[in-house]
């Protein structure tokens, strides 16, 4: 002889299962209408499918630039790397003068190896400005390779 809680959760669970092997769906049972059930399933569909296609691609490490900035004293220092490639671009101010160093290199060899001295310091927003033209044009050279 069983307790009675437990016929009583015997006939609950028999009813939901019976239910269910009766035929019974979800949009019969649900409180909304069919064709708002309808639409509710096509507009989380295409949400997911908008979400995937905006998802960013991964590319490999190897076509990815990584930059890294670094101040150095009045100036700054920029070094982009791809893979094999380096981009390198140093800013040095003193009082007196400022120089500019340019290098490119691919698999430890050298394609550009150039500096230009200035007569004059280089005031802060000249150096950003220098920086961010040599980052751009790099970015622009590197994506038509």
């Given at each position: ?18 239910t ?7 949009s ?48 700054k220092?920029?070094?982009i ?15 007196e ?17 150039e ?29 038509k390779?």
């Amino acid at each position: 002889m069983r307790p009675e809680g437990t016929q009583a959760n015997d006939r609950a669970s028999a009813s939901v299962y019976g239910t269910f092997l009766n035929g019974y769906t979800l949009s019969t049972m649900s409180r909304r209408s069919p064709f708002i059930l309808g639409i509710s399933t096509l507009l989380g569909i295409a949400g997911l499918g908008i979400g995937l296609l905006s998802f960013p691609s991964t590319v490999s490490a190897s076509e990815d630039l990584h930059i890294e900035i670094t101040k150095k004293g009045l100036g700054k220092e920029v070094v982009i790397t791809q893979g094999a490639r380096e981009w390198f671009m140093l800013i040095e101010v003193t009082p007196e003068n400022s120089v500019v160093l340019r290098q490119e290199k691919e698999q430890g060899r050298y394609l550009v190896d150039e500096s230009e001295t200035h007569d004059r310091p280089m005031t802060t927003d000249e150096v950003e400005a220098a920086i961010t033209d040599y980052v751009n044009s790099v970015k622009t050279r590197a994506t038509k390779e």
